[in-house]
């Protein structure tokens, strides 16, 4: 085989620099969840949520001091976290707790569709210093999470009203997440279709965290 396709042939180098932070920040992001469900499963709901609150605290200080930023949505989920978790232990009532990812995956819904209907796709605020898309790639992609958030929201309901608290805890730590990544990378399609032709046509999938 000559030297001309042993290079064509060869398998792309991974870019660490670029997955790193990537990993980094979904195991910030998955940490708090894991407490959680651990937490629930050897106590209760509200020592959990206790718990829950901590963890989501030290999760963003530590994406702080090792990203050197927070970026918007944990901060948001977080902030949601603080608000009804504080609810549900000063009323000690879990209603709230089980409610706080409908509210936040309405509110990340609504304004990506909202911004939307003023012609603003707010997804490229978010990610548009990592990710080069045409204008009709980043409307795509704002469309679809903007429903996906909602389809989330519209499970956590169902999921808290009709199962266990434990049925619930465990599909919102190892039932979310893989439904997110899933439905992520399956968003592969429209980043490589919708690039700008100068640039690389292989990209890592857009992965927001619910």
Known sequence: MSQENKVENAEPEVNWSELRPQAIKLI???????????????????TATAWFMGAMVVSLAL??????????????TGV????????????????FIKIKPTITNCLFGSVLLGGLIFKQSLLKYVFGDVYKLMPRGWYILTLRWGLFFF?????????????????WVA??????????????????RVLNKYAPPAEPTHVPPIVVDP
């Not at 910030?28 to 509200?46: D, W």
């Not at 389809?151 to 049925?167: H, M, P, Q």
């Open 80 to 95: 949601v976290v603080l608000v009804f978790g504080g609810l549900t232990l000063w009323l000690q009532d879990d209603t």
């Open 171 to 188: 599909f919102k730590v190892w039932g979310v997440m893989p439904i997110t990544i899933i439905f992520s990378l399956a968003q592969l």
């Open 63 to 76: 994406s702080w001091m090792i990203l050197k930023k927070i970026a918007i949505m944990p901060l948001v």
């Open 28 to 46: 910030l992001e998955l940490g708090p969840l894991v407490v959680f469900f651990i937490v629930n499963a050897r106590f209760e709901i509200f």
């Open 151 to 167: 389809v989330l929201a519209i499970i956590n309901e169902i999921l808290w009203r009709n199962f266990s608290t434990d049925v």
